[in-house]
């Protein structure tokens, strides 16, 4: 049986949402600007441990990673026993961004695909040796006096980095994107905008099930006015 919604307060003034919880596993809102697993300094909070330690949970695991400045749904196992099961569930699972790009996009749908290759820092797009990736994007609406559009992004592979660069690959990046929009003054900019949105996916009792946050107060602030995105999936 799954367990209501509820905002818990972590150490270091983050703050957190359980979206989802049941037996298995939970769906949990990641902040913007904490790592969500361990880095290499021991010291450095992330939202795992932070979560971990609040739920007394020490086996919790992070199934899906989120980069530091993306915000948003992330899915912890809870149960050891059951990391297979859980990876094949999000694997299977539908998966939705949104986003804020610089300028206007001449396009209102596309989908991309293409391979990427793996780096250090970020991630390159190549004709050949990479992973295919493959995403649908939709925008939502324009902001021309702020130079931005409002959009989703639908996964449908996984790759590290696959909006981020993709967008850039369009010429409209994610707005305050330090690595794949370097000559945007960042300075002024108080977060990357993109954010994990929506999971749709079957439990284990094979019941669908979508879930999703509530659009990041700072998207809004950002344009101007609040955003809103009418779809629900049937």
Same mark, same amino acid.
């Given at each position: 049986?799954?367990?209501?919604?509820?905002?818990?307060?972590?150490?270091?003034?983050?703050?957190?949402?359980?979206?989802?919880?049941?037996?298995?596993? %939970?769906?949990?809102?990641?902040?913007?600007?904490?790592?969500?697993? /361990?880095?290499?300094?021991? +010291?450095?909070?992330?939202?795992?441990?932070?979560?971990?330690?609040?739920?007394?949970?020490?086996? %919790?695991?992070?199934?899906?990673?989120?980069?530091? @400045?993306?915000?948003?749904?992330? %899915?912890?196992?809870? &149960?050891?026993?059951?990391?297979? *099961?859980?990876?094949?569930?999000?694997?299977?699972?539908?998966?939705?961004?949104?986003?804020?790009?610089? @300028?206007?996009?001449?396009?209102?749908?596309?989908?991309?695909?293409? $391979?990427?290759?793996?780096?250090?820092?970020?991630?390159?797009?190549?004709?050949?040796?990479?992973?295919?990736?493959?995403?649908? $994007?939709?925008?939502?609406?324009?902001?021309?006096? /702020?130079?931005?559009?409002?959009? &989703?992004?639908?996964?449908?592979?996984?790759?590290?980095?696959?909006?981020?660069? &993709?967008?850039?690959?369009?010429?409209?990046?994610?707005?305050?994107?330090?690595?794949?929009?370097?000559?945007?003054?960042?300075?002024? *900019?108080?977060? &990357?905008?993109?954010?994990? $949105?929506? %999971?749709? $996916?079957?439990?284990?009792? @094979?019941?669908?099930?979508?879930?999703?946050?509530?659009?990041?107060?700072?998207?809004? +602030?950002?344009?101007?006015?609040?955003?809103?995105?009418?779809?629900?999936?049937?």
């Amino acid at each position: 049986m799954k367990s209501p919604r509820r905002e818990i307060r972590l150490k270091g003034g983050f703050t957190t949402r359980i979206l989802y919880e049941c037996e298995e596993f %939970l769906l949990a809102e990641k902040p913007e600007g904490l790592p969500v697993h /361990e880095t290499k300094d021991p +010291n450095r909070k992330d939202f795992t441990r932070l979560l971990a330690g609040y739920l007394n949970f020490p086996d %919790l695991r992070t199934a899906n990673r989120l980069d530091l @400045g993306t915000s948003g749904i992330v %899915l912890l196992g809870k &149960m050891s026993d059951k990391n297979l *099961e859980i990876d094949a569930l999000l694997k299977d699972a539908e998966k939705e961004y949104i986003f804020l790009c610089t @300028g206007i996009p001449d396009w209102k749908e596309k989908r991309f695909e293409c $391979f990427i290759r793996d780096g250090n820092k970020e991630v390159q797009i190549v004709r050949s040796g990479g992973k295919k990736a493959i995403t649908e $994007f939709t925008i939502v609406s324009h902001h021309p006096k /702020e130079n931005c559009s409002f959009g &989703m992004a639908k996964i449908l592979t996984g790759r590290r980095h696959q909006i981020r660069v &993709m967008l850039r690959e369009l010429g409209h990046p994610v707005l305050g994107d330090p690595v794949y929009s370097p000559s945007q003054p960042e300075a002024k *900019e108080t977060r &990357m905008y993109l954010h994990s $949105f929506r %999971l749709c $996916f079957t439990d284990f009792q @094979g019941k669908k099930q979508w879930v999703e946050t509530e659009i990041p107060l700072e998207f809004s +602030n950002r344009v101007g006015k609040t955003l809103t995105v009418d779809y629900k999936p049937e």
